[in-house]
């Protein structure tokens, strides 16, 4: 079903200071940069940074989530639910593609994506 990560991303209070950080101290070569969200070149997956939220739809305290590709977003999302996973009933848009959030078994948030 998953077929690899595709994007990691930290939530961050300060846009320009974790950028700094993860360009010039990580040496991550700069893909994409925004107020809202900074992406790395990390090789296949995505190392992005997310303008803090102030609500998680889960709850979760994490700071770092992963999103796992899939091919097929409504069949993963079926599965995952046919399983008893707590998963979203809606998807929603993003740039090249379309993201369902689920929780893992320790309330952890995660997200699937089907791009385009």
């Known amino acids: 079903m998953v077929e690899g990560i595709d994007t990691v991303f930290c939530q961050v209070e300060d846009m320009d200071r974790a950028t700094t950080f993860y360009r010039d101290a990580l040496g991550l070569e700069l893909g994409y940069a925004s107020p809202y969200w900074t992406s790395f070149k990390t ?27 899939v091919a097929d977003l409504l069949a993963a999302q079926t599965k995952l639910k046919e399983a008893g996973v707590w998963c979203a009933d809606e998807f929603h848009d993003v740039p090249g593609g379309k993201i369902c959030d689920f929780r893992d078994t320790e309330g952890n948030a995660l997200q699937l994506i089907q791009r385009f």
């Open 43 to 69: 090789g296949s997956t995505t190392l992005a940074l997310h303008h803090r939220m102030n609500e998680s739809p889960f709850g979760s305290k994490s700071n770092f989530l992963a999103i796992l590709s």
